[in-house]
């Protein structure tokens, strides 16, 4: 689904198993992915992160969901406190922003959120520059506790990387961690510019998964 609206912000708010779900099954939300970001070590890998913080990467179609909401999610879903890095620097709280009007729309939430009492987030504000993406196992994690599904959605996405990058796995790795539904993902799939075909044969698959 590339369009001229998509645009990429990169989280770290703590292990990164939740937040692919939770961001994955916004509606607007095309893709997830989750890795290491932030630091300067080179190729860190979840056993060897050095100084980098395990992060989101969220992929998303600007004229279905802004920024600030996907960063209101951010700051709802986790405690931003960064205080002498005092639960290390894998779980940062960070983000990466590719240019001045992300940059921007970041301060003013933040200046939001000062202005409604909670004080100002201790959260790093950066450029992104490097993400390297973690290793498959942690990719959908909650999605691959269920073999059945992974099964069943190799029939449409046959490589890792087809599967890590699918809106399709990114809403029902919402659902296996129980931030969503199948009645509204069904709901979403007949508005996908696609054919109803299409559509349809998707349902039929995602129906007959066995949890
Ligand atoms: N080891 C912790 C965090 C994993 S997260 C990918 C756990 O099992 O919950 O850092």
Do not use: C
């Given at each position: 689904m590339?369009?001229s609206?998509?645009?990429t912000?990169?989280?770290?708010?703590?292990c990164f198993?939740?937040?692919?779900?939770?961001?994955?099954?916004?509606?607007?939300?095309?893709?997830?992915r989750?890795?290491f970001?932030?630091g300067?070590?080179?190729n860190?890998?979840?056993r060897q992160?050095?100084?980098?913080?395990?992060?989101?990467?969220?992929?998303?179609?600007?004229?279905?969901?802004?920024?600030?909401?996907?960063?209101?999610?951010?700051?709802k879903?986790?405690n931003?406190?960064?205080?002498?890095?005092?639960?290390?620097?894998?779980?940062k709280?960070?983000v990466l922003f590719?240019d001045s009007m992300?940059h921007?729309v970041?301060?003013?939430?933040?200046?939001?959120k000062e202005?409604?009492g909670?004080?100002f987030?201790?959260?790093?504000?950066?450029?992104?520059?490097?993400?390297?993406?973690?290793?498959d196992?942690?990719?959908k994690?909650y999605?691959?506790?269920?073999p059945d599904?992974i099964?069943?959605l190799?029939?449409?996405?046959p490589?890792?990387?087809?599967l890590?990058n699918?809106?399709?796995?990114?809403?029902?790795?919402?659902l296996?961690k129980g931030y969503?539904?199948?009645?509204?993902?069904?709901?979403?799939i007949?508005?996908?510019?696609?054919?109803?075909d299409?559509?349809?044969?998707?349902?039929?698959?995602?129906k007959?998964?066995?949890?």
């Open positions: 590339d369009n609206n998509n645009q912000i990169t989280m770290g708010m703590g198993w939740s937040p692919d779900a939770l961001f994955g099954q916004l509606t607007g939300i095309t893709r997830t989750v890795g970001a932030g300067t070590i080179d860190p890998t979840y992160l050095g100084d980098h913080t395990e992060m989101v990467e969220v992929e998303f179609d600007a004229s279905i969901i802004s920024l600030e909401s996907i960063l209101n999610v951010f700051w879903s986790h931003p406190v960064n205080i002498n890095d005092y639960k290390g620097r894998q779980y709280s960070l590719r992300q921007s970041i301060r003013e939430v933040m200046k939001t202005e409604q909670n004080g987030p201790d959260t790093e504000v950066a450029p992104y520059t490097l993400f390297y993406p973690a290793e196992r942690h990719q994690y999605l691959k506790r269920h599904a099964d069943k190799r029939t449409l996405f490589t890792d990387d087809e890590t699918a809106t399709l796995a990114a809403r029902l790795n919402g296996a969503t539904n199948m009645a509204r993902i069904i709901n979403e007949r508005t996908w510019l696609i054919s109803e299409e559509q349809e044969e998707i349902i039929h698959l995602i007959q998964i066995k949890w």
